[in-house]
Structures are given as C-alpha cells and as structure tokens.
C-alpha cells in the first residue's frame, strides 16, 4: 500500500450518525493532518495530531494516532448533511523543517438528511 | 483570519502556451508549496520553497515548471508550455512556525483546463 491510504474508500450514514474514516501510512512522521474537500474546491484543514500526540480533539471531531501501526483514525461525531465531502490523510516525511505533503487516497463520506 | 488566496480559480489554455498560476500565502508563513490534484485522483506535492530558493521538488517539477517569489507577497508557478496531462486543480499551501512543522494552510486552488 502507499504512503496515506484511507479506508473505506466510500462511506454513506444517516444525519446523526457517527463517521470513521482510517488512514495508514509507512514511513515515519513529524506531524499527521486531516483535510476536508468538498467537490471540485479547496483543501480545508481539520486537524493537526504530532507524533508525541495519541489522540486530539476539536469540535466534532476525533483523530487518534497510533504511530506503532503507523494509523490514524478521524471520527467525526453527530454528523450533518453539511460534512458531506471527501476526507484526506496527508504525512510528513518526518524530516526537521518545511517537509512536504503526502496525501492519501481518500474517503468520500455522505451523509443523507 | 488569514487565508491563502490563489488566482485565477480557472485558467483555459491551449497546448503550449505558457501560464502563470498566482498565490499570495499567509503573511507571516516561511515555507511554501505547490501541489497539483488531477480529476479524481490523489493530491500530488511538486515543490517547496523557503528563504527564497526551492528545498525539494518532485520528478512532476521538470524543466516546464518554475516558480518564483517576485516580492513580499506573491507566489508564482509558471509552466513553460502546457501540455494536455497538465490539466489539473493547482493548490498552494504555506506554513510558519520556526520550523515550517505546523498546519499547511491551502489555498481554494486554480482548475487548469489545457486544450
């Protein structure tokens, strides 16, 4: 598998409901992120979780890292018609400064009202 | 709260023209990015620049690709001459921190459709 792979690729819940979307990686990292975008548009960042971290929060949502599997998992909690997106995982090389992005393949999430 | 901004949000071209992609990164940001996103496949990383010099470029970034920093504000990719694989959504991204280690802030993007 590459660097950053989401599972599942595609997931459909009903409003309300939670979303767990997964990303493994392979080599190691400073930092993991979570970006959001919504169909044709711009990345959104979500959440920032740094190797030391096992788990962050904000608002709805939950990243977990556990580096000794090389995963992350993003639970987004009571979720609305609105989070309707796709879902990417992107690493770090884990080098000192300024390292570049590598994205996963994605998990595209709908949500039906 | 600061944002990246990217013009235009959608450049036309014909094969073998050149374009230029404009960026204005977040003020204080250090480092950097672009990054490219063909229709329904991974985003892809192509350069990184920080102290006016890129730091890493991808087997994408050949010699068609340039970028450039012209003054204070401003990010510029330029292609040389487009080719049709070109086509693509082109995002910039930029990051600060003493170490360029925190969030990479991307910008809406750029859709460039080559003919």
């Known amino acids: 598998s590459q660097q950053g792979e989401e599972d599942p690729q595609a997931l459909s819940i009903q409003e309300g409901e939670n979303a767990t979307m997964n990303c493994s990686y392979k080599?190691?990292?400073?930092?993991l992120q979570w970006y959001r975008q919504n169909s044709g548009r711009g990345l959104v960042h979500l959440i920032l979780?740094?190797?030391?971290?096992r788990e962050k929060h904000s608002g709805r949502l939950r990243v977990t890292l556990d580096t000794s599997k090389k995963s992350s998992s993003l639970l987004i909690t009571a979720s609305r018609a609105a989070d309707t997106a796709s879902y990417f995982c992107?690493?770090?090389?884990?080098?000192?400064?300024?390292?570049?992005?590598?994205f996963g393949t994605g998990t595209r999430l709908a949500v039906r009202p | 709260e600061p944002e990246v901004t990217q013009t235009p949000s959608h450049q036309v071209t014909q094969m073998g023209q050149e374009v230029i992609l404009r960026c204005v990164p977040i003020?204080?940001?250090?480092?950097f990015y672009w990054y490219r996103q063909i229709l329904g496949q991974k985003v892809e990383f192509l350069v990184s620049?920080?102290?006016?010099?890129?730091?890493?470029k991808s087997e994408i970034f050949d010699d068609q690709f340039s970028v450039e920093r012209p003054d204070g504000s401003n990010f510029t990719l330029k292609i040389r001459s487009t080719k049709l694989e070109d086509s693509a959504m082109y995002f910039c991204?930029?990051?600060?921190?003493?170490f360029g280690l925190g969030e990479q802030y991307f910008g809406p993007g750029t859709r460039l459709t080559v003919t």
């Open positions: 991204a930029s990051t600060g921190g003493a």
């Open positions: 080599t190691s990292i400073n930092n």
């Open positions: 979780i740094r190797s030391n971290e």
């Open positions: 992107a690493t770090d090389g884990g080098k000192s400064s300024g390292d570049k992005l590598t």
């Open positions: 003020s204080n940001h250090l480092y």
């Open positions: 620049f920080y102290n006016n010099e890129i730091s890493e």
